[in-house]
C-alpha cells in the first residue's frame, strides 16, 4: 500500500506501530496482523455480490469514518486484494475488472505527467512548491512519451550538474532537486531542460506544477522564501506563472483550508491550466460535492488510499466525471513495486497519471505495466492538452 508524505488532513488515517526501535516506529506490523487477524476472521466463509459489498463490510468493520481502527493501509490491502481476486476469477485484466467496478468504458490512455525537478515535503524544501512536472504533449504513445522524458531528465541531469555543481540527487518520487533560489528559477531550468532535450516547450512538451500549498501555509500567509504573500497574492503570483510559461496543470495552488479563495484561482487560470484539488479534496466525496457547488476547482487528483477503499474512491470519482472535471489519478511518495496503479489509471479512464520521474523501481514498475496495457489494447492516449 502507498503513502504519501504531503498528506491532507481529511485522508484516511494509516495505522503505524509507533516502536521506536523498529523503523523509527513507522513499521506496519500492526496493519498487516488486521489482515491477516480481524479482517480475514470476519471475511472467511463468507460470499459477497460485488466489490462494494466487500467495501461495505471492510467499512463497517473498521467502524471509524477515517479507518483509524484497522488502518486505511489495512483496509485499502484488503480492498485492493479482492479486487485482483474478482478479476482472476472473471478471467479478465485488473484495468478491466476496475472499468466494472466503477461503471466506465475506458477507450484511451492516460497522458503522463513526469516529475522532474523537486522541493517542499518532497525534497529539502529548497523552494517552496512541491514538483515541477513535465507533459509530453505532442507524444502519440506512452512509449514516445517516456522515451521524451527521458531525453528531458538527462538535459535536466546535465543543467543541474554544470549550473549547481552538483550530482545527480533524487527527490522521493525520483525529481530533482538543486538548490533553486526562487520557484521562477525551478520552472525556467525544467523549460532550458526541454529547449536543451531538442523540443519545444509549450509546443512538444508542455509543464505542470504540484505547489502543495497548504504545507507553506499559516493563518498569515504563503510563505515563498522570504515573501509572504496573501491568499489574491498567491493567486496572483500563480496566474502569472500560468500566463509566463506553458503550464497547463496547477495541483493545490492554495492551502487545503483556503477554500474562499480558490473559485477566484479558478477563474484566473482555468481557460489555461487544470486547477486540480489534491490535499483540499483527498479523495472525499464530501469535499468534492463542496468544490463543485463552489466551483473550486475542475480536476481530481485521485489517490485511493486517501479514500480508504475502491469503492469510496470510486464514488468520487464518479462525482468528478458528473460534473465534467478532469481526473488525475496519482501514486504517493511513499509507494511500492505492486503496479494496480496503472490498472487504475486506465480501468478508470484517467485524463492524466501521476507517476513521478522515470528513475526508481517503485516507479518503473507502473510505467511497464502501461507499456503493456497500451501493447495489448492499442488504445491512443487522450488528447490533452488541446
Known amino acids: 500500500m502507498p503513502s504519501g508524505a504531503s498528506v491532507g488532513s481529511a485522508e484516511a488515517v494509516e495505522l503505524r506501530d509507533c516502536d521506536l526501535k523498529r523503523y523509527n516506529g513507522l513499521g ?21 455480490e460485488d466489490q ?30 479482492f479486487a485482483k481476486a474478482t478479476a482472476v476469477d472473471h478471467g479478465v ?3 478491466q475488472r476496475f472499468a466494472k467496478i466503477a461503471e466506465v468504458q475506458p477507450v484511451t490512455l492516460p497522458r503522463l505527467t513526469i516529475n522532474l525537478f523537486s522541493g517542499g515535503k518532497h525534497a529539502g524544501g529548497q523552494v517552496a512548491i512541491q514538483d515541477v512536472l513535465i507533459v509530453p504533449a505532442a507524444a502519440r504513445t506512452i512509449d514516445e512519451s517516456l522515451a521524451v522524458a527521458h531525453d528531458v531528465y538527462r538535459a535536466a541531469a546535465h543543467l543541474t550538474h554544470s549550473r549547481y555543481a552538483m550530482r545527480l540527487l533524487r527527490a522521493d518520487e525520483g525529481g530533482m532537486a538543486p538548490p533553486f533560489r526562487s520557484e521562477q528559477e ?14 519545444r516547450p ?9 505547489v502543495a500549498a497548504t504545507h507553506f501555509y499559516s493563518p498569515a500567509g504563503y510563505q515563498l522564501q522570504n515573501e509572504l504573500l496573501s491568499s489574491d497574492q498567491m493567486t496572483a503570483r500563480i496566474a502569472q506563472w500560468v500566463h509566463d510559461y506553458p503550464i497547463v496543470s496547477v495541483e493545490d495552488g492554495l492551502s487545503e483550508d483556503d477554500w474562499s479563495s480558490w473559485p477566484k484561482l479558478r477563474r484566473e487560470i482555468e481557460t489555461r491550466s487544470l486547477v486540480v484539488g489534491d490535499d483540499l479534496l483527498c479523495t472525499n466525496a464530501s469535499r468534492v460535492r463542496r468544490a463543485i457547488n463552489e466551483q473550486a476547482c475542475n480536476t481530481l487528483l485521485l489517490k485511493v488510499n486517501q479514500a480508504g477503499t475502491l469503492t469510496e474512491a470510486a464514488e468520487a470519482h464518479k462525482l468528478a466525471c458528473n460534473a465534467g472535471w478532469f481526473v488525475t489519478i ?8 505492486d503496479n494496480w496503479a496503472a490498472d487504475l489509471a486506465v480501468g478508470w479512464a484517467g485524463d492524466q497519471f501521476k507517476n513521478g520521474s522515470i528513475t526508481q523501481s517503485e516507479r518503473l514498475a507502473k510505467y511497464n505495466r502501461l507499456l503493456l496495457i497500451e501493447e495489448e489494447t492499442k488504445m491512443p492516449i487522450v488528447k490533452w492538452p488541446n
Open 330 to 337: 496519482s501514486v504517493r511518495s511513499g509507494d511500492t513495486e
Open 186 to 199: 525551478m520552472i525556467e531550468t525544467a523549460i532550458d531542460a526541454i529547449h536543451q532535450a531538442g523540443y
Open 93 to 95: 485484466s485488473l484495468w
Open 202 to 210: 509549450g509546443k512538444d512538451v508542455m509543464l505542470a506544477l504540484d
Open 52 to 81: 462494494a459489498d466487500f467495501d461495505r463490510f471492510l467499512q463497517s468493520l473498521d467502524g471509524t469514518p477515517d479507518k483509524s481502527a484497522l488502518g486505511a493501509n489495512a483496509v485499502l490491502a484488503a480492498s485492493i486484494a
Open 28 to 48: 506496519c506490523r500492526k496493519a498487516a496482523a488486521n489482515v491477516s487477524g480481524p479482517i480475514h476472521a470476519d471475511a472467511k466463509g463468507r460470499q459477497f
